[in-house]
């Protein structure tokens, strides 16, 4: 018999399918709020209703501040959560787990494909809001340097969020009521709080990265100085990964019940 | 006999809902077939035994092993779930496919066994429309299609008959009889006796999850039969069957539906009774629309030899 690995099957499979959802055309509409914002700025600034820049200002204030502290925690929340709950809710857990595949293997998997197509969702709603908000500047290397910054915390992002979220989900049913009360209330509440609190939050390594100085911005303002870049990298590598590691210690050992039992 | 699965004292259930209790069993190769009214616990064991639940108390092994948690024993097991459930937005092919790929098989190989496995249960032809596009028979018989694909030596089948139409009901019950035949291990789960009846002679009874009663068939029909079936008969001429009918020793008693046209008949023996009914059918010329048995739902069987 011809064996072949089973992670790129499961990716494979769920990346595909998972674009025929209803949820990710739910997603695709909401990623693009921020694009069709920005568009009505670039025309409002061509059209001289809006001064000079103000198209780039928006991105820096506004835009942020919805893909950071909306979007990306939403997309995370909604796919990472859903990733063993959607296969309880279909009862299609039991194909996955009657196949000689380990069950971290079928997790990690259908992690992978999420996360890649949350971060497509937001990369390219990101790079189009970047292109209308640096039309100007676009012959300029540090606006692509500003970019790839961009999407290289996005990605962090996602993936620590998401493998919160797909932990909070293998463990509970409720897991998105938890996730709604963990982003719009830890996250917006705790990054303000005095001392060192606001380090027990990723929005505060997420914003650490980001190119704003303290005081600019509106969500940028720091009651602390953003932490050191490479410490930021590693919490959020660091913490996405612990979190993975927790999703599949839960998935390995708990034991899903599926419907009446008769 | 050689036990192919074996559990002791095995216990299970959720919160304070039993689900099976103190169960010691064995199973070998042929078909075992695993009968008892809804909410007897037949699915829990099968559960347990495909590795979707743990045992509270006891346990369950499958060739030796423990099956929680050891994937590597579903290269020999297939499992063919209760749930109506599959991935909807996948085509029929893709969802095999998937299932073939996950059991090892990779390239030319995947597609030969799906392929194969399709054409057993007469989906081949609709393999490439949308699963949620499929009638329920067709969802059914997809999930036997996916437990079949790498020819396990041990298949459970938990209602694998359950809305299947009667000609694909027959086809996958010689199916079944084939993989006895073949020395595989068949545990197949249904509340409808002619069901397993007709697949093999070996059976457990499985009550409020317990183990009723096991072995041979003829064994267990001799408990059920002693068992008085009621009969509805529909029939133009419902008082002229009763007269031919109340004259024989296995008529207990017999009532007559305010519709007029149906007659209930009590009966301490079933086949003589059909028999006779038969005989009557034949060479009295009776018109007869249609028999039905309240009593092919197992429970009433079950009340009865419990004393309820």
């Known amino acids: 018999m011809k064996k072949q690995s089973v992670l790129p099957v499961i990716f494979a499979s769920f990346f595909k399918s998972g674009f025929k959802a209803k949820r990710t055309r739910v997603f695709i509409l909401l990623s693009l709020i921020p694009v069709v914002l920005m568009l009505i700025m670039r025309v409002m600034e061509t059209a001289g209703s809006l001064r000079g820049g103000g198209a780039a200002d928006f991105f820096a204030k506004a835009t942020l501040v919805l893909y950071f502290q909306l979007l990306i925690p939403i997309l995370a929340l909604f796919f990472g959560s859903t990733i063993v709950n959607e296969e309880l809710d279909n009862k299609t857990l039991v194909y996955l787990t009657t196949v000689p595949v380990r069950r971290r293997t079928v997790l990690l998997g259908k992690y992978l494909a999420d996360f890649l197509q949350a971060f497509l969702l937001v990369g390219s709603g990101f790079l189009l809001c970047f292109l209308a908000a640096s039309i100007t500047r676009l012959g300029d290397a540090a606006a692509w340097e500003e970019l790839g910054l961009f999407l290289g915390t996005a990605l962090l992002a996602l993936f620590c969020y998401s493998a919160l979220f797909t932990a909070a989900g293998a463990f509970m049913k409720k897991s998105i009521l938890l996730g709604l009360f963990f982003v719009f209330g830890w996250e917006s509440v705790v990054q303000y709080f005095p001392g060192v609190t606001q380090k027990f939050t990723i929005i505060h390594w997420i914003k650490s990265l980001l190119p704003v100085p303290p005081g600019e911005g509106g969500f940028l303002i720091f009651h602390l100085q953003p932490s050191p870049a490479l410490e930021s990298v590693l919490m959020l590598t660091g913490a996405g990964l612990l979190f993975l590691f927790l999703a599949v210690f839960i998935f390995e050992r708990k034991e899903y019940i599926l419907s009446d039992n008769a | ?308």
Not at chain 2, 5 to 28: A, P, Q
Not at chain 2, 66 to 76: A, D, S
Request: with cysteine; proline share 4%.
């Open chain 2, 1 to 308: 006999m050689t036990a192919v699965l074996k559990s002791e004292k095995l216990s299970k259930w959720y919160g304070n809902v039993l689900g099976i209790s103190d169960i010691n069993l064995e199973i070998g190769s042929g078909i075992t077939g695993l009968l008892g009214p809804n909410g007897a616990g037949k699915s829990t064991f099968l559960k347990i035994a495909a590795g979707q639940l743990k045992p509270k108390i006891g346990s369950l092994k499958i060739f030796g092993e423990e099956i929680f948690g050891n994937p590597g024993l579903f290269r020999r097991i297939g499992f063919c779930p209760e749930h109506d459930s599959a991935y909807n937005e996948m085509s029929g092919w893709q969802f095999i496919l998937l299932l073939a790929r996950l059991h090892g098989f990779a390239g030319h190989e995947a597609e030969a066994r799906s392929e194969k496995a399709l054409l057993t249960v007469g989906l081949l032809e609709s393999k490439d429309r949308q699963i949620k596009g499929y009638s329920f028979g067709m969802r059914q018989r997809l999930r036997l299609a996916s437990s079949i694909l790498h020819e396990p030596e041990i298949l459970m089948l938990d209602e694998p008959l359950r809305g299947i139409d009667p000609l694909w009901r027959i086809k996958i019950m010689q199916l079944i009889k084939e993989y006895g035949k073949q020395g595989r291990t068949v545990i197949v789960s249904s509340h409808i006796l002619p069901e397993i009846e007709s697949m093999t002679s070996e059976i457990v009874l499985i009550h409020q999850g317990k183990i009723f009663a096991k072995g041979d068939i003829h064994r267990i029909r001799g408990l059920i039969d002693s068992h008085p079936h009621q009969i509805s008969i529909r029939c133009p001429e419902p008082r002229q069957l009763a007269q031919k009918l109340i004259g024989s020793d296995f008529v207990l008693s017999v009532d007559f539906d305010k519709d007029g046209r149906t007659l209930t008949v009590k009966t301490s023996q079933r086949d003589h009774f059909f028999n006779a009914l038969m005989g009557l059918i034949v060479t009295d010329k009776l018109a007869v629309e249609e028999i039905t048995s309240p009593d092919d739902n197992l429970q009433a069987v079950f009340d009865y030899l419990i004393g309820k």
